[in-house]
């Protein structure tokens, strides 16, 4: 089976798309998850993309609020999430991102409130994504980035009241480590829904510094038959998981994750986790 790995670039932090284009390739990964800032100049984009060989596996989105009780700021994000389906789809992307407000830990104090604005939003979101044959994925969060989906199970829930046949789970190793009981369960309750993995250890570093047996959620992917790209999404170790910039060379310290990370994945994955 041909796989795709990838990276999240937002990682490198505040450098140049070319630089986050020209370290990508030199840790060999097949694509990259972009971010979906619409400042960007689709046709600049394309060009870096294609000067270093570089598929894009998926853009994540801004940070906004589709389930705010402000109805403004909830028209906002929705809006976002229209024009970046637009913008999307002249890079060449095939997929897109949707989460909730990373921050945003409570909800109005009303769950089915709550429950009805986000499944308003995803809807009008996907019925745009419909038009343009772009496939969406839901990334499952924590409880410490946002109150609303944060396992599997809500996942699904969520996808099976909205009903829109490209519209999938992204679940990552890291977030699933805090809120799973059993996260390699929970890949296979995903099953054809796994849209996208996303990997890092327990402490969001390389495979190895933390505590996830990445290997047995690698052999999980196999069980379902997930042919999607695994996606690595790592920061320098240091304070503040929301910033990738940390004290001293965390570019370097991060790339040498990558490399090292990306050298195990292959192995688990080509040799479907031999456990001789």
């Known amino acids: 089976m041909t796989r795709d790995y990838g990276l999240t670039v937002w990682t490198f932090g505040d450098i140049s798309f070319e630089k986050k284009c020209r370290i990508s390739k030199e ?32 853009v994540t989105p801004d940070n906004v609020d589709i389930s705010s009780t402000d109805e403004q700021i909830r028209t ?22 949707v989460h909730g407000d990373v921050g945003k830990t409570q909800g109005c104090g009303d769950f089915t409130k709550d429950w009805k604005l986000l499944i308003s939003s995803v809807s009008e979101i996907l019925k745009k994504a419909e038009e343009l044959d772009m ?5 499952v969060l924590n409880r410490y980035e ?23 789970a992204l679940l990552d190793s890291y977030h699933m480590n805090i809120e799973e009981a059993n996260p ?11 849209g996208v993995y996303h990997v890092a250890d327990s402490n969001r570093e390389a495979i190895g510094n933390g505590h996830i047996d990445i290997k047995a959620q690698v052999e999980a992917l196999h069980e379902i038959d997930y042919k999607g790209p695994i996606i690595m999404e790592m920061v320098a170790a240091g304070p503040n998981p929301f910033t990738p910039m940390k004290d001293g060379n965390y570019l370097e310290e991060v790339t040498m994750y990558y490399k090292d990370s990306l050298e195990k994945l292959k192995a688990y994955d080509v040799a479907k986790v031999s456990l001789s």
Request: proline share 1%.
């Open 184 to 194: 390699v369960e929970a890949i296979k309750e995903a099953g054809k829904k796994l």
């Open 76 to 97: 906002n994000a929705v809006n976002y999430f229209l024009d970046l389906i637009t913008w999307s789809k002249k890079i060449g992307a095939e997929r897109i991102c």
């Open 135 to 139: 496939e969406v994925v839901y990334e």
């Open 27 to 58: 840790i060999g990964v097949e694509g990259v998850e972009i971010q979906g800032d619409l400042s960007q100049d689709p046709e600049k984009l394309v060009a870096t993309l294609k000067k270093y060989d570089l598929k894009i596996l998926s």
């Open 146 to 168: 946002n109150h609303q989906i944060v396992t599997a199970k809500e996942a699904l829930r969520l996808i099976d009241e909205v009903k829109f046949e490209k519209f999938y």
